[in-house]
């Protein structure tokens, strides 16, 4: 790590671009306190892949962790929606909310299809394509080339190129840039720990901004998607967006500090301090998660008889923690005034919570539960 060289900035007429090195070689890691860190960071990482093998249902509880990470990672780039909102459909927000929350549900959507293609795909260009097109469909950057790289300059902050932060290499040098990135992220000769290789992978996609937006995003979905691809994590169950996002302006400089004084140490320390926090707020959620099952399941016993549908519905409740009577109809195939006796009865015990204020289209949320995510 002494003697890293992050790239060089190449005059391009009225501008400089920036042109990291490649990052497919031998690396050697000589610094003990991000070796004290890595293995904190391992640790952790390792606490909270064990504490999630033991958690009963945990496929339910995958999906709001998602969402936080999909609407932490949006607002990192300016997306306002709020996991309340991105709960409710789209007709139920005002016209204003709208394209916020087109954003946010397209994150979804691109995680959620990305992990599911790497039973067939290796974490490549290809499913990194995938997931981009996923992200820009019918939203404010559909024409801005999705699931394609650029083919042409961009640029980072300022009102244009002239007054840039920061400006990535030309657009001809992203394929090369883009193919090292991905040996490098499959060389098993390179035997840089997997934390520092993501670390790694994260800072150099970023810097490449292989597309014309999006980009932010989709090197943020990468670091889940690598963990779970080297079976760091058995189930995608830490984000790193809201560490990022509660230290955003750390997290750009951080960035800045490799191009612009070759300082990939203090990279690699924020990283892996945000692992740490990360994964240590992640099994807190996880214990209290399974405390309020345990609390909730208390409570509907005294339903007696209509325990049995309660329970139906509570389990739809953690994957989406927003409920209305039609659709507790639905679940439990119960008619349309017992679906409102049901969800009286659960109103009375604490579990549900109206939020309309109205006297028809109630909407109820699932509101300790969405508490742990907030």
Do not use: C
Request: charge should be neutral.
């Amino acid at each position: 790590m002494k003697n890293f060289k992050a790239g060089n900035y190449i005059n391009q007429r009225t501008f400089k671009s920036f042109i990291p090195e490649e990052i497919n070689r031998d690396w050697t890691l000589d610094d003990m306190e991000v070796i004290e860190l890595l293995s904190q960071a391992d640790r952790q990482l390792g606490r909270l892949d064990m504490y999630s093998e033991h958690t009963p249902n945990l496929d339910l509880f995958i999906s709001m962790h998602v969402l936080k990470e999909a609407t932490k990672s949006s607002k990192i780039e300016g997306t306002k929606t709020n996991i309340e909102e991105a709960l409710q459909d789209r007709e139920e927000l005002e016209e204003e909310q709208r394209d916020d929350w087109e954003e946010v549900q397209n994150y979804i959507s691109a995680l959620k299809s990305a992990i599911k293609s790497l039973d067939e795909l290796p974490l490549s260009s290809r499913l990194i394509k995938m997931a981009h097109k996923v992200l820009l469909k019918g939203v404010r950057g559909k024409h801005k080339i999705p699931g394609q790289f650029r083919t042409s300059q961009n640029w980072i902050g300022g009102a244009s190129i002239s007054d840039a932060t920061f400006i990535p290499p030309p657009h001809q040098e992203v394929p090369r840039l883009m193919g090292d990135l991905e040996k490098f992220s499959h060389n098993t000769e390179i035997r840089l720990p997997h934390l520092l290789k993501i670390a790694l992978i994260h800072y150099q996609f970023e810097t490449i901004h292989p597309f014309l937006d999006g980009n932010g995003r989709v090197g943020r979905l990468l670091i889940t998607l690598y963990l779970v691809e080297q079976g760091i994590l058995k189930k995608p169950i830490l984000y790193l967006s809201d560490f990022l996002e509660r230290n955003r302006q750390l997290y750009y400089d951080n960035l800045m500090k490799v191009r612009n004084a070759d300082d990939i140490r203090q990279w690699f320390k924020f990283f892996l301090v945000g692992i740490i926090e990360t994964a240590k707020g992640s099994i807190v959620t996880l214990d209290n998660i399974m405390k309020l099952q345990k609390d909730v399941d208390a409570k509907i016993q005294g339903l007696g008889a209509r325990a049995s549908n309660a329970r139906k519905v509570i389990n739809q409740l953690y994957i989406k923690p927003l409920t209305n009577a039609q659709k507790v109809a639905d679940q439990t195939q119960l008619s349309l005034p017992s679906a409102y006796k049901l969800v009286d009865e659960l109103e009375k015990l604490g579990i549900l919570k109206e939020i309309t204020g109205a006297k028809r289209g109630k909407q109820y949320w699932f509101d300790e539960y969405i508490n742990l995510f907030r």
